[in-house]
């Protein structure tokens, strides 16, 4: 499973983006799909999750009420909508993909996209 994700820039605190990851040559239907963020210096973590069943999301606490991950199987993408946007939420932001049922748990993913930088300025 190759994933890409997109749509990272510069944006100022308080601005809004939208990432999308997209998957070339197979549906993510069967997949539970992941963010996750690696700022500098720091471990990567899990930023939020959503199951294969679309059911209710997983995130983390620093993100809820923020951020929102949804899947469009129609479109074989997933989103990580982000407002209210912190300089804490500069990273590197990765989509990835699993089966497992750990899928709360970054040990549960098995195929990552290359990362879309995401800076937010005070």
């Known amino acids: 499973v190759q994933l890409q994700a997109s749509g990272g820039g510069l944006v100022q605190a308080g601005d809004s983006l939208r990432l999308s990851c997209t998957a070339s040559?197979?549906?993510?239907?069967?997949?539970?799909m992941g963010w996750f963020r690696r700022a500098p210096g720091q471990e990567r973590e899990i930023v939020g999750a959503?199951?294969?069943?679309?059911?209710?999301?997983y995130y983390i606490d620093s993100v809820k009420g923020r951020f929102t991950i949804s899947k469009d199987n129609a479109k074989n993408t997933v989103y990580l909508q982000m407002n209210g946007l912190k300089p804490e939420d500069t990273a590197v932001y990765y989509c990835?993909?699993?089966?497992?049922?750990?899928?709360?748990?970054?040990?549960?993913?098995?195929?990552w996209g290359q990362g879309t930088q995401v800076t937010v300025s005070s």
């Open positions: 959503i199951n294969r069943s679309l059911g209710v999301p």
């Open positions: 040559g197979v549906s993510l239907r069967p997949y539970h």
């Open positions: 990835a993909a699993s089966q497992n049922v750990n899928w709360r748990m970054e040990a549960g993913y098995k195929y």
